[in-house]
């Protein structure tokens, strides 16, 4: 469950503050360098298209180590450019950032751009969020943060593209008792197979088949028919039917 907590709950506090850019050379010693502090308070939210009680599914086959903040002034300059790493076993993550405001800063605050992007071993954004207008309320304002922005964020790693999904196979008549597993294929729109897509399976009706969300491992468990979904984060899906029998008695 931790890459879906990571996604759906990743809580950045991050404290501002006005002065010298940190990077900039300083070519003396200089005091009091950052003479106001504020906060900007934001929260990540995931979207995709499959229902809530499939995305831990989902996500789980989304692996990443490090998240890059980047902050833009109106003018499109950079504020902050940043890459964090995300621990194994952390669920969510509190930081606290250095960001340069100018002097005339208002108490009203100053509105900035956020983008944030998930990034797995092989350097690849897999999850990306914004550009989205916040603001950084300096302390010596009001002294208090604006309430915590949320942060959609979407899908953008291998098969974010994909177009369709084809399940196999696509009707399966059985008797209870029985086991079979459905694969999956994300398909591009020239039809060509996209490798590494995460498909969630689910059932229509668990009495009549159950199956394993990520594996698509299922067994037969009462008479009926069903559906099984394969689906995309993106949107893309399609159903196998499944027909369930009694044995003879």
């Known amino acids: 469950m931790r890459r879906v907590a990571v996604v759906a709950s990743l809580l950045f506090a991050v404290l501002v503050a006005c002065g010298r850019e940190l990077t900039a050379p300083v070519a003396t010693p200089v005091v009091n360098v950052f003479k106001r502090t504020g906060a900007l308070l934001f929260t990540p939210q995931v979207e995709t298209a499959i229902p809530a009680e499939l995305r831990p599914a989902a996500l789980q086959q989304v692996v990443f180590e490090r998240v ?12 902050l450019d940043t890459v964090v790493l995300f621990p194994a076993g952390a669920t969510e993550l509190t930081l606290t950032l250095q960001v340069p405001l100018p002097a005339s800063a208002p108490a009203s605050g100053v509105p900035l751009s956020l983008n944030l992007g998930y990034v797995n071993a092989a350097g690849d954004t897999v999850f990306k969020g914004g550009p989205l207008p916040v603001t950084v309320v300096p302390t010596t304002g009001s002294g208090n943060p604006p309430a915590p922005v949320s942060v959609p964020i979407s899908y953008t790693g291998p098969g974010a593209t994909a177009t369709a999904v084809v399940i196999a196979p696509k ?3 059985g008797l209870v008792g029985q086991t079979l597993t459905f694969t999956a294929q994300a398909l591009s729109g ?3 197979v996209m490798p590494g897509t995460p498909i969630v399976y689910s059932s229509s009706n668990a009495a009549v088949v159950t199956v394993d969300p990520a594996s698509g491992a299922a067994r037969l468990v009462g008479r009926g028919t ?4 394969a689906a995309l984060l993106t949107g893309p899906s399609d159903v196998a039917t499944v027909t369930v029998t009694l044995p003879a008695s």
């Open 68 to 79: 890059r903040i980047t902050l833009r002034r109106e003018d499109g300059s950079i504020a």
């Open 226 to 229: 069903a559906t099984v979904l």
């Open 190 to 192: 020239t039809g060509q």
């Open 171 to 173: 009707s399966f008549s």
